[in-house]
RNA sequence: GUCCCUGUAGCUCAGCAGGAUAGAGCGGCUGCCUUCUAAGCAGCGGGUCGCAGGUUCGAAUCCUGCCAGGGACGCCA
C-alpha cells in the first residue's frame, strides 16, 4: 500500500513538472531499526536525487506533500538526508490485536505459495549407524524450513532418502557379516580397514543372531554379506526414524535407492543421458562430461565394475522428483562437504531439462563436536560417533531444537558437549518459553477471579510499551515472509527472543489485572495475543509452548 | 593450485538484494521481589565490523587483492 502511494505521489510530482521525468529506481519501503523513524521508510528520495538533480530532502518534503492522508497513518515526515517515514496511528495498531485474537494460532500465515508443491529433502543419512549429533543441524534446518514453507502456503513434502543400495552398503553388509561370524565365535572374520568399525555394528549382529539364529553361515559369504547387510539395514532405518521422532522430526516420505533401480527410472535416467550425448566411456568407466557443459572437471556414473556412483543414483532421483512428481520446486539440505557435488548434480539436472530455478540446494557449514578442550572426530564409519540420540537425552529437546537453529546454515558451528550439558538451563529458549508460561499464568488468575474480557477495548492500549509489544506481535507475517524468501529460519530464533524480552518489559511496565476494569480487560487481550504469537513462533520452531515452568 | 563457507564486543553469534547513532545472548559490574511466575526487569562497561584498495551521495553490507580458519577437489557418500 505504502508502494502505491509512493508511486503514485512520484508520478504526480512528475506530472506537474516538480520532478524531472526521470525513470523510477524501483520503490521500496524499509523497516528503519531506530523506532523514532517510524514504522515504514523510503530512502526513494535519495535514489531519485542524483538523476533529478535536486536535493534529496526537497523531493522527499515535495512527495511528503503528494501523499494524501490515510486512516493508518498518523504522520508521514520527511527527514534527512532524504528518507520518508510513515507512522501507523496508535489506534489501527490496537484493533489488529482483534485479528490475531481472531486468526488465534494460524495468525501469521501468508500466501506466498499459493499452493504450489515444494518437496525439502534432508537428513538423509545413509542406514550404515545411527544418526550423529551433527545430523541434527540439518534436521532442525529441514524441518523448520518445511513449517515456515507450510504456513506461507506451500504444499510441502519433507521427505528422507536412503542410500540403501550400491558401494557404501555393500561394505556395510561386509562388516556386519563379519561381526555376526565374530559373535558366533568364528575368531578368523575381520572387518576390513575401510569397513564399519563401531561398536553398535557389534550390537546389530548380535539382534540378528537373536532373531535369525546361526542360518548365514551355511550359505556361500557374499550372498550372507548381502542379506545380513539388509537386515542390518533394516534395523538401522527403523532406528533413525526413532532418533528423528524424539527431536520432534516428521517426514512425509521415505525414499529408497534401491527403488531407482526396481521402477526402472535409474536406466530411464542413463538412457537420457547418453542420447543427449553427455555420457563417455573412459577408463572401463562411465562419465558425465560435465566439462562440456562448463563445469570443472567431468564424473564418474558408473565404476568400472559396473557399480552406479552415489551422483548416478542422485540424477535419477532428481528425475523422480521433478519429472515424475512433478514437484515445482526441489530443497536439498546438504552437509558443506557435500559441496563438491553441487555443481555436478545441477549440471546434470539441467539436462534434464529441468528450469534450475526451481532446484535449490542449501548447504550448511559443518558441526564440529568438542568434549572440553578436545575435538572429537566423527566418523560413522570408524565408530567414532556421538548419538543424537543421547544428546537429546542430555540437554532436552526443546534447547536441542533451539540451539541448532539459532545459527545461520552459513557458519560453522561448534558444538561443546560439556557446554551443552551445563548451559542447557541457561538456553534462551528457556527465557522465550518463560514468558509464554507467565502470560499463561496471568490468564489463569484472571480465569479464578471470573474476569471476561470479549469485550475489553483495544483502543485504550495507548502507553509506549504497550504499543512496543503490539508492533512486535504484527512482525510475524512479516518474519515469516523473510524466512521464505531467504530460506533462513534462524531469523525465527532471533525474533522469538525479541518477542520474549519486548512482553517481560511490557510485564515489568504494565500490570495487567489491576483495579481498573476497563484497562485490564483490554490489556488482557494484549497479552492473550501475545500468547498466541509466541506460541505460534516456537511451534513453527518446533519447540513445545508450556503454560507453567 | 582450484572451488565453496566464514572472519563484527572478552566468548558464541545476528545484521550483509548498500541507507539515518553497528545489535543480541552469555560473562563482568550496579540497582530492583507487600501485588499477575526474579527462569524476570532497569542500568553501566565493552567494537580501527580481518587488512588494503575500489565503486557510491552513502559500504559491516557490493567489487578486487592479501591474511587467517573450516570444508571440498576419489571409479567414498
Not at 521422532?245 to 533401480?261: A, H, K, N, V
Request: glycine share 6%.
Amino acid at each position: 500500500m505504502l508502494i502505491d502511494l509512493l508511486t503514485h505521489a512520484t508520478a504526480q510530482a512528475q506530472q506537474s513538472g516538480k520532478l524531472p521525468p526521470v525513470t523510477l529506481p524501483p520503490v521500496t519501503i524499509e523497516r528503519p531499526q531506530n523506532p523514532e523513524h517510524g514504522d515504514y521508510a523510503s530512502s526513494l528520495p535519495l535514489k531519485l536525487a542524483r538523476s533529478a538533480g535536486i536535493n534529496p530532502l526537497e523531493i522527499a518534503r515535495e512527495l511528503v506533500s503528494l501523499i494524501p492522508p490515510a486512516a493508518e497513518i498518523k504522520s508521514i515526515v520527511a527527514a534527512p538526508p532524504g528518507f520518508i517515514n510513515f507512522t501507523l496511528t496508535d489506534d489501527w495498531l490496537a484493533q489488529q490485536l482483534e485479528s490475531i485474537l481472531k486468526a488465534e494460532e494460524a495468525f501469521g500465515n501468508i500466501d506466498l505459495g499459493h499452493g504450489s508443491r515444494v518437496q525439502v529433502e534432508f537428513v538423509s543419512s545413509n542406514p550404515t549407524g545411527p544418526l550423529h549429533v551433527a545430523y541434527g543441524r540439518a534436521a532442525v534446518l529441514g524441518s523448520t524450513l518445511s513449517n515456515v514453507l507450510a504456513a506461507a502456503g506451500f504444499d510441502v513434502q519433507r521427505e528422507y532418502y536412503f542410500n540403501d543400495a550400491g558401494n557404501q552398503m555393500d561394505i556395510f553388509g561386509r562388516s556386519l557379516y563379519a561381526r555376526y561370524r565374530q559373535c558366533l565365535g568364528d575368531a578368523d572374520a575381520e572387518v576390513l580397514s575401510d569397513g564399519y568399525h563401531g561398536h553398535y555394528m557389534v550390537d546389530l549382529a548380535q539382534a540378528i543372531i537373536n532373531e535369525q539364529g546361526e542360518r548365514f553361515l551355511a550359505i556361500p559369504e557374499s550372498e550372507a554379506a548381502l542379506q545380513v547387510g539388509k537386515l542390518g539395514a533394516e534395523r538401522l532405518m527403523a532406528q533413525i526414524k526413532g532418533e528423528l521422532d524424539l527431536l520432534r522430526i516428521e517426514f512425509d516420505g521415505w525414499f529408497t535407492e534401491q527403488s531407482l533401480y526396481d521402477n526402472g527410472q535409474f536406466d530411464k535416467v542413463m538412457e537420457i543421458l547418453r542420447k543427449g550425448g553427455h555420457l563417455v566411456e573412459k577408463e572401463g568407466a562411465t562419465w558425465f562430461t560435465a566439462t562440456a557443459l562448463g563445469e570443472d572437471k567431468d564424473e564418474v556414473v558408473v565404476r568400472s565394475n559396473g557399480v552406479p556412483t552415489y551422483l548416478a543414483t542422485d540424477i535419477a532421483y532428481h528425475y523422480n522428483k521433478f519429472l515424475e512428481r512433478e514437484f515445482d520446486r526441489v530443497i536439498d539440505i546438504w552437509g558443506a562437504d557435500h559441496q563438491g557435488h553441487v555443481a555436478g548434480l545441477r549440471a546434470a539436472v539441467g539436462v534434464l531439462g529441468v528450469d534450475l530455478e526451481r532446484l535449490v540446494l542449501i548447504v550448511h557449514q559443518l558441526v564440529t563436536v568438542h568434549r572440553g578442550d578436545e575435538v572429537v572426530r566423527i566418523s560413522t564409519r570408524s565408530g567414532d560417533i556421538i548419538m543424537l540420540s543421547d544428546v537429546i537425552d542430555e540437554v532436552g529437546v526443546d534447547a536441542c531444537r533451539y540451539f541448532f537453529l539459532s545459527r545461520s546454515a552459513n557458519s560453522q558451528m561448534d558444538f561443546d558437549l560439556e557446554l551443552a550439558k551445563k548451559e542447557a538451563p541457561d538456553n534462551p529458549v528457556y527465557y522465550v518459553q518463560y514468558a509464554h508460561a507467565r502470560i499463561a499464568s496471568i490468564l489463569r488468575v484472571a480465569k479464578e477471579r471470573g474476569i471476561t474480557y470479549a469485550d475489553g477495548d483495544v483502543s485504550l492500549l495507548t502507553s509506549e510499551p504497550e504499543l512496543t509489544l503490539i508492533r512486535k506481535l504484527l512482525l510475524l507475517p512479516e518474519m515469516v515472509e523473510v524466512v521464505v524468501q531467504t530460506l533462513e529460519p534462524h531469523h525465527l530464533t532471533y525474533y522469538a527472543q525479541d518477542l520474549a524480552t519486548t512482553f517481560h518489559s511490557f510485564y515489568k511496565l504494565c500490570r495487567v489485572i489491576s483495579d481498573d476494569q476497563a484497562l485490564s480487560k483490554a490489556r488482557l487481550k494484549l497479552v492473550e495475543a501475545t500468547k498466541i504469537v509466541l506460541a505460534r513462533t516456537l511451534h513453527l520452531m518446533g519447540m513445545t509452548a508450556p503454560d507453567r515452568m
